[in-house]
């Protein structure tokens, strides 16, 4: 492996790391505002209680997540001086104040309520608490603005011109709101939200059935199935608009996602195949006819741009069309148990908990889509930025032209590391979140079986 490869493994790997935290928080402190202001609703009735309990697990869980985050991501951030020192030379005049502007505004903003909201809750009135979790909030929301204005710019360029090889901002509200932000933000957002879901329903399902749960189990359970079973079907609107955008602005990475070789009017969907990128050609390929051009386009018989018109210029295909389809895959999965559990909550709407409608399987299911989330995210990252390449920014600068010239083992030997390290972090994570949900919950517990406790599950037939 040269240097080049080994660099975009390494940078893969951080940023693979990283993001999962992100994915998570994003969403996850809009959560905790939401338990705040349930609690500060229902004072003085017995949900009061259950919703502090809430509060009070998943701002451990949020602390944790926030932490491993933070840290994560400034490590990342020094790989644009050690490994790509060729994109702030080139694109630092645009790069460097997008990053600044993060700082500025999101980490200030989070830096400077999270002490009152993790350690203040005894300490100040509930209005300043809760004016505290909204600020962080806003803050994590306003961290993802930047940072995926920053993203976005590098797919679809705009508001910028080039003087000796170097972009310089020309415009910046063109450059901040660039053709694909809106849609890359939306997306971002709303996977994050989908990914707090399933991990707060998830862990909450599993201390169900570990009988460690507390009285804001159920109600956290209640409100991630809600939020799911709303934010799916957003999700697949906004992914429909995400992709007639990248097919106007990067039609290549369109082709290497649907696997679509030759350009041709009426393309057919290929649900599942091996890309042969050797013959150019899909082997064992299962199609539909005509419904690639329905869905990219709205039109059945629309013209898609194949991968022979962008030779020498397009991503490899393998893993951008296997990880589109694990995004996909995954998010189908989600749409059914999310609403699966949607229906079993409709039916019983005015029980008091959720728990006692939840079949006992579909308890078990959510257990183990905890990381399902993790999983989506994941594979439409990968989509996102293999299917970018051989750009680092779309049509003015390629990797090879921003890596460092480090000799291969040093590069080798750091993303050994790294790796390494990253492992033994996210299992870690993982235990602590594990070791948080088997303990009881505070104050008074669900402690029987499962099946016999006040809020047992029905049946699996049912």
Avoid at 156 to 183: E, K, L, M, R
Avoid at 286 to 293: D, E, F
Avoid at 312 to 324: E, I, L, M
Wanted: hydrophobic share 55%; net charge positive; charged share 10%.
């Amino acid at each position: 492996m040269d240097a080049l490869l080994l660099s975009r493994l390494q940078f893969a790997a951080n940023i693979s790391f990283h993001i999962l935290f992100p994915s998570i928080t994003i969403a996850l402190c809009w959560f905790l505002v939401f338990f705040r202001l349930r609690h500060a609703a229902t004072r003085g009735t017995p949900a009061a209680r259950g919703w502090a309990q809430a509060y009070q697990f998943w701002v451990k869980v949020f602390a944790l997540t926030f932490a491993l985050g933070v840290v994560s991501g400034i490590t990342m951030s020094f790989q644009f001086g050690t490994n790509w020192p060729g994109f702030m030379a080139r694109v630092g005049n645009i790069a460097g104040p997008l990053l600044g502007y993060e700082v500025l505004t999101a980490f200030f903003l989070e830096a400077s309520f999270l002490g009152i909201m993790l350690f203040g809750r005894d300490r100040v009135s509930e209005r300043t608490h809760l004016v505290a979790s909204l600020m962080v909030a806003l803050g994590t929301t306003l961290s993802a603005f930047w940072i995926l204005s920053l993203n976005s710019w590098m797919h679809t360029p705009a508001g910028h011109v080039v003087i000796d090889g170097v972009a310089h901002a020309q415009d910046w509200w063109a450059v901040v709101f660039n053709p694909s932000f809106p849609y890359r933000l939306g997306h971002v957002l709303l996977a994050s939200g989908l990914t707090a879901s399933f991990l707060i329903a998830g862990l909450s399902a599993w201390r169900l059935l570990r009988a460690t749960a507390d009285e804001g189990t159920p109600h956290a359970l209640r409100a991630a199935l809600t939020a799911a079973a709303v934010l799916v079907p957003l999700q697949v609107l906004m992914g429909d608009l995400h992709g007639l955008n990248t097919l106007a602005h990067q039609p290549a990475k369109i082709a290497a996602m649907e696997g679509i070789w030759h350009t041709e009017k009426g393309a057919a969907l290929t649900l599942f195949g091996l890309p042969n990128e050797a013959e150019q050609r899909t082997d064992y390929a299962l199609k539909v006819p005509q419904l690639a051009s329905l869905i990219l386009a709205h039109d059945p018989q629309a013209e898609i741009r194949g991968l022979s018109d962008f030779a020498g210029r397009h991503p490899p295909v393998a893993p951008v069309f296997w990880g589109f389809r694990v995004m996909v895959g995954v998010g189908l999965l989600m749409l059914a148990v999310a609403w699966w559990g949607a229906v079993c909550l409709w039916r019983r709407r005015h029980a008091p908990v959720p728990a006692a409608v939840l079949p006992r399987h579909l308890l078990q299911v959510l257990a183990l889509m905890t990381f399902s989330g993790w999983v989506a995210t994941l594979a439409g990252w990968y989509v996102t930025e293999i299917g970018r390449q051989p750009y680092l920014v779309q049509g003015l600068l390629t990797t090879a032209e921003a890596v460092a010239a480090h000799p291969p083992a040093h590069v080798a030997l750091t993303l050994a590391v790294y790796v390494g390290l990253y492992l033994v972090l996210l299992v870690a994570y993982v235990g602590v979140l594990r070791h948080l949900a088997s303990k009881s919950g505070t104050g008074e517990t669900l402690s029987a079986p499962v099946a016999a406790a006040p809020l047992a599950v029905r049946p699996a037939s049912v």
